[in-house]
C-alpha cells in the first residue's frame, strides 16, 4: 500500500511540472511568420523578442518597444509590460531554434512563429 501512495504522490509531482523549459527561450527570437488563424491573412509587421536569464523580456515591433517580466506556466507564457496589465499566449510549440505560440489579439486567434537568431 505504501508503495502505491508513493508512486501515486510522484505521478502527481510530474503532472504540476511545466511541460516547457524556460531556458529554451533564453535570447533573441525574429518572427518568421504571423497568420490569422481564420482567414489565413499573412502579416508582415515587426515583432522581435528578446528573452533574459532573470524573466526580463523585450519586445521590437519597430516603432515601439516593450519591456517587462514573463514566466511559463503550464502551456501558457505569461507578460507583465512595465506598467501594465498581465497578458499570456498560448504555447503551441517551444524547441531550442523554434518558438510557435498563439495569441488572441482584439478578438481573432493569431499563430505566430519565432525563430532564434
Known amino acids: 500500500m505504501k ?3 508513493c508512486c501515486l504522490f510522484f505521478c502527481f509531482l510530474i503532472s504540476c511540472a511545466n511541460p516547457y523549459d524556460a531556458t529554451l527561450l ?4 525574429k518572427t518568421d511568420s504571423w497568420i490569422e488563424n481564420d482567414s489565413g ?3 508582415n509587421n515587426k515583432m522581435d523578442f528578446n528573452f533574459s536569464d532573470a524573466e526580463h523580456y523585450e519586445i521590437d515591433y519597430g516603432s515601439e518597444k516593450e519591456k517587462g517580466k ?3 506556466s503550464n502551456d501558457f507564457l505569461h507578460t507583465i509590460e512595465e506598467g501594465k496589465a498581465e ?4 504555447i ?6 523554434t ?12 499563430t505566430v512563429t519565432l525563430l532564434k537568431q
Not at 26 to 29: A, E, F, I, R
Not at 92 to 97: A, C, N
Not at 104 to 109: K, Y
Open 99 to 110: 518558438f510557435v505560440f498563439e495569441m488572441n489579439r482584439t478578438g481573432t486567434l493569431e
Open 41 to 43: 491573412k499573412k502579416f
Open 87 to 90: 497578458k499570456k499566449v498560448k
Open 92 to 97: 503551441i510549440s517551444m524547441s531550442k531554434d
Open 26 to 29: 533564453l535570447g533573441k527570437w
Open 3 to 5: 508503495n502505491i501512495a
Open 70 to 72: 514573463y514566466w511559463i
